[in-house]
């Protein structure tokens, strides 16, 4: 099964689960990045906090953007009336 095959066969609950893992994801970046307190490849704590604190937005737009990117054309399933 295709990735988009399987975003297309996704439930809404599914769906909110993968949501919330990746918001729960960001939210371990954004706290490590806080906590930050090593200055690494010669580059400040500080650059560390804010790229940490910044890519923390990255896992819930993903899991946002791509389902809709993937799944993108798709038609409501008929209902019988």
């Known amino acids: ?6 975003i ?6 599914q769906g909110v ?6 918001l729960a994801l960001g ?3 954004r706290w490590l990045g806080r906590e930050w307190s090593i200055p690494l490849l010669g580059l400040p704590v500080d650059f560390w906090r804010g790229f940490l ?3 923390a937005a990255i896992p819930p ?10 799944g993108a054309g798709m038609t409501p399933k008929p209902t019988d009336s």
């Open 1 to 6: 099964m295709t990735p988009s095959e399987r």
């Open 61 to 70: 737009v993903v899991a946002v953007v791509v389902p809709l990117v993937l």
């Open 8 to 13: 297309k066969s996704m439930t809404l609950r």
């Open 53 to 55: 604190m910044t890519t």
């Open 27 to 29: 939210g371990a970046i």
């Open 17 to 22: 689960v993968i949501w919330l893992l990746a």
